[in-house]
């Protein structure tokens, strides 16, 4: 079992829905966690981080953490045919200085 | 700032063959990372380097070498390729203080053939 888990997908919603990305990890020592945007044949670049229990909006982005229930999301809202990518969920624990990476989800927004 | 900078983008290799991969990173990070993408196995790390001097296994490390040469340059080394190491790898860097993110490289395309 990968300690990082995603849905493969591929998502599709339509332009300007809400699309809801979710992600599982095993560890209960991790810490943080990261959500990281890849367009085919790029590198991953990050969306935003969020540690604390609860929510962390950005932008169009909103993070959600559940820690007793180890679990991470992300929900893109106006949803845009240019956040059609794949999504990259990594968690890190303190003082292990790893990051480890879900198999990411693939979205699609479509016009 | 170029941030994380690996060599080469492309390179094909025949079976057996050897060669190093470069990075280099000018955000003055501690830890540097190497991780191969491969379709449907998302990012999995074969070495990294929490600091100048250390280097520790990841999650796939058989048939790789790394060498941490300074606090700027991390290199990963197959000595001998296999076809199994085809994949894309990308190379990172982080300041792990608090709750900081990995930045990565614009990746190294290998095939093996």
């Known amino acids: 079992q990968k300690e990082v888990e995603q849905n493969s997908g591929p998502l599709s919603v339509p332009e300007g829905a809400i699309a809801s990305l979710n992600c599982t990890y095993s560890d209960r020592g991790s810490q943080s966690f990261f959500w990281y945007r890849q367009y085919s044949g790029k590198s991953p670049e990050l969306i935003m981080f969020i540690y604390s229990n609860g929510d962390k909006e950005d932008g169009r982005f909103t993070a959600q953490l559940n820690k007793a229930s180890q679990y991470v999301s992300l929900l893109i809202r106006d949803s845009q045919p240019s956040d059609s990518a794949t999504y990259l969920c990594?968690?890190?624990?303190?003082?292990?200085?790893?990051?480890?990476f879900g198999t990411g989800t693939r979205l699609k927004v479509l016009a | 700032n170029a941030g994380v900078t690996q060599t080469p983008k492309f390179q094909v290799l025949k079976t057996g063959q050897s060669m190093t991969l470069q990075c280099a990173q000018d955000m003055n990070h501690n830890s540097m990372y190497w991780y191969r993408q491969d379709p449907g196995m998302g990012l999995r790390l074969i070495y990294y380097?929490?600091?100048?001097?250390?280097?520790d296994k990841g999650e796939v490390p058989n048939g790789y070498n790394v060498s941490r040469l300074n606090k700027r340059e991390f290199s990963l080394r197959l000595e001998s390729a296999a076809p199994s190491q085809t994949s894309v790898y990308f190379c990172a860097s982080s300041a792990p203080r608090g709750h900081t993110e990995a930045f990565f490289g614009q990746g190294t395309r290998l095939t093996v053939v």
């Open positions: 990594a968690a890190s624990t303190s003082g292990t200085y790893k990051y480890i």
């Open positions: 380097s929490a600091s100048e001097g250390t280097t």
